[in-house]
């Protein structure tokens, strides 16, 4: 296996943070939810070499440890152009109630589009936009293994209630994932346990059939 996959689940939330690294340790953290103590932990007890932080979207619940976690390995900052935003907006990621210590604004450092990609010694992260959960959410896919964020979960999808959804918008992206990665796939989530590309065709009720 080229790459290990470490997952967290930290917060009020129960919000899926993943650390992704390549035969020679260095890594990638995805959504750094909560609880940097633990988050730096992981990284440390397994020696690696912490090279970025991705971002899927914006959502307070995914981005409560940024601050301590980037300042301690001093890594760029990576999110969608579209939800940099979000990251500088205290007021907006401090608004949800189960917010218990203030978070702090972050710059990002590099903003993405629909198409890019960042590689990781010889493992390569897409990052393909799914607005709808937010205007500017991403899920990134890297080999046979799709990292949803709260776009696609287990057998539905994220909310579209909070500002920057939209219901249409996000099942669109939905069934527009499924005609592009054609296959199987697993997809990590951000909430709740994984799941497949496949399970979803055949179970997700917002995925058209046929």
């Given amino acids: 296996m080229r790459y290990k996959i470490t997952k967290l689940v930290l917060g009020a939330c129960i919000t899926n943070v993943y650390i992704v690294s390549n035969l020679v340790n ?7 939810a909560d609880e940097a103590d633990k988050i730096i932990d992981a990284i440390e007890e397994q020696n690696l070499n912490l090279k970025y932080i ?8 995914h981005i409560l440890a940024l601050k301590e976690v980037k300042e301690h390995f001093n890594v760029p900052v ?31 450092d590099i903003l993405i589009s629909h198409g890019d990609v960042i590689n990781l010694g010889d493992l390569s992260f897409l990052f393909y936009g799914m607005p709808g959960h937010t ?10 293994v799709i990292f949803s964020g709260d776009t696609l979960l287990f057998e539905k999808h994220g909310k579209t209630t909070l500002p920057g ?4 918008l996000l099942v669109e992206s939905i069934n527009k994932m499924m ?3 054609t296959g199987d796939y697993k997809v990590l989530t ?16 917002y995925v058209r059939k046929g």
């Avoid at 205007?135 to 046979?144: E, P, R, T, Y």
């Avoid at 959804?165 to 249409?168: H, L, R, T, V």
């Avoid at 951000?190 to 009720?205: I, K, S, V």
Wanted: aromatic letters at 8%.
């Fill in 26 to 32: 260095d890594a990638v953290l995805i959504d750094p």
């Fill in 54 to 61: 991705f971002i899927t979207h914006g959502h307070t619940d």
């Fill in 179 to 181: 005609k592009d990665f």
């Fill in 165 to 168: 959804g939209n219901e249409e």
């Fill in 190 to 205: 951000g909430h709740r346990e994984e799941t497949t590309l496949e399970h979803e065709r055949m179970y997700n009720p």
């Fill in 78 to 108: 990576v999110i969608s152009k579209i939800d940099a935003y979000r990251l500088e907006d205290e007021e907006l990621i401090n608004e949800r109630p189960y917010v218990t210590i203030p978070y702090k604004a972050v710059k990002p």
């Fill in 135 to 144: 205007d500017g959410s991403m899920a990134i896919v890297m080999d046979d």
